[in-house]
């Protein structure tokens, strides 16, 4: 039960950090952020990811845009503001350190 919970905790932080790596290079659909975290083997179903995406968008980190779909009506596709752009080049420094110290408390826990 400990270690679930720890991992859900993890999961959370890792899914906002995720998506917003996702949209650094073009805007996504909803459905296709879905897949592509699926892809990644991070599974996130629509009640999950649209409250994030209206949380970030609130938080002026994302903004959205609609486009015409060539089947049904117009789609919300979703863009990192230039103020996520900034948030997001401090995540990713902070997870460069973060991943860097984990490794080295594996290395000395677990020596060859």
């Known amino acids: 039960m400990y270690a679930e919970n720890v991992k859900s ?11 917003m790596l996702l949209l650094k290079e073009k805007p996504y659909y909803s459905s296709d952020i879905i897949e592509e975290l699926e892809e990644s083997n991070l599974i996130v179903v629509e009640g999950t990811l649209y409250p994030l995406l209206s949380r970030l968008k609130k938080e002026g980190m994302l903004d959205y845009e609609w486009q015409e779909s ?3 009506p117009p789609r ?6 230039e103020s996520g752009r900034e948030a997001l080049a401090l995540l990713d ?4 350190r973060l991943a860097e110290s ?8 677990n020596p060859l």
Do not use: D, N, P
């Not at 905790?9 to 998506?19: C, D, N, T, V």
């Open 70 to 72: 060539a089947v049904g």
């Open 102 to 109: 984990i490794a080295q408390i594996r290395e000395k826990s």
């Open 76 to 81: 919300k596709y979703y863009k990192l503001t």
């Open 93 to 96: 420094e902070y997870y460069s």
């Open 9 to 19: 905790q993890m999961r959370k932080g890792m899914l906002e950090y995720s998506i």
